[in-house]
């Protein structure tokens, strides 16, 4: 299997904490075709920041495996899991292709229970959780974080960081995206709930990093409404980096 393109064109670190990335990402076997996927270009600015090669990369979360074929791509050793088998199934076609040498393993495993990864064995963790159950990316799997109300989220993201500071090394990163919700015509800050419930864990916040939004769905329809019920849209994201 071959491609045209196996890194972005004119790709720059980012070196505020304001990033915006108009363009999807294509290259590799990169598409936008699993709902609510992480950009590439998050994901690469983060593994070439926070990871060398070689290093293990955990992500928990890993839905349409874009933190997978980036790791690929940049010599990282990663491990993907996630409760969705089809999630897992299509982060397998993704990584299907010969670029480099390094390890690759997928799991069905419930991102509050790793314990098949030893304490400390992780070199830089990199996910993108449900934002709550705004999108809901199953009918009902045991274990399905998008599934629960935001209070409960919360909840279960408090063992996902415990998690995440057992598996990782000291001295080590944790980055995650998560965005806002707004329900009942009130924002809900789940950005930094969740970041909150990080640092209950005992990490210690490094960055936030404010993303701005492309290509949601619905903009327009919602572009009239916000202006109807007088509201603003929410087209950012936070990218928390947090150190053990």
């Given amino acids: 299997m071959s491609y045209m393109k196996w890194e ?3 790709f720059k670190l980012e070196k505020s904490s304001v990033w915006s990335f108009p363009e999807r990402g294509n290259w590799a076997t990169h598409d936008a075709n699993y709902r609510g996927n992480c950009s590439p270009y998050v994901v690469r600015n983060l593994l070439l920041r926070y990871s060398k090669e070689g290093d293990w990369i955990l992500d928990q979360f890993v839905g349409g495996g874009t933190s997978l074929v980036e790791a690929k791509l940049l010599g990282r050793n990663a491990i993907g899991t996630d409760v969705n ?3 897992l199934d299509r982060c397998k076609e993704k990584i299907a292709f010969a670029y480099g040498d390094v390890k690759i393993e997928l799991r069905k495993a419930d991102a509050r229970n790793l314990k098949f990864i030893k304490n400390g064995s992780i070199d830089f963790i990199c996910t993108h959780p449900p934002y709550a159950d705004i999108i809901r990316y199953t009918d009902g799997i045991d274990g399905d974080m998008s599934l629960l109300d935001y209070n409960n989220f919360l909840d279960a ?3 996902v960081a415990q998690e995440s500071f057992r598996v990782l090394k000291s001295g ?4 995650f995206v998560m965005g806002d919700i707004r329900q009942k015509g009130f924002v809900r800050p789940l950005g930094f709930d969740t970041m909150k419930v990080f640092e209950k864990a005992d990490f210690k916040l490094k960055e936030i990093i404010i993303k701005q939004q492309y290509n949601c769905r619905m903009t327009e329809k919602w572009e009239k409404i916000s202006v109807e019920k007088n509201f603003f849209l929410l087209l950012h994201e936070y990218v928390f980096i947090l150190k053990k």
Avoid at 172 to 175: S, V
Wanted: hydrophobic letters at 30%.
């Fill in 85 to 87: 088998q089809k999630a």
């Fill in 172 to 175: 080590k990163y944790c980055a």
């Fill in 8 to 10: 972005p064109d004119d």
């Fill in 157 to 159: 993201m408090a063992q």
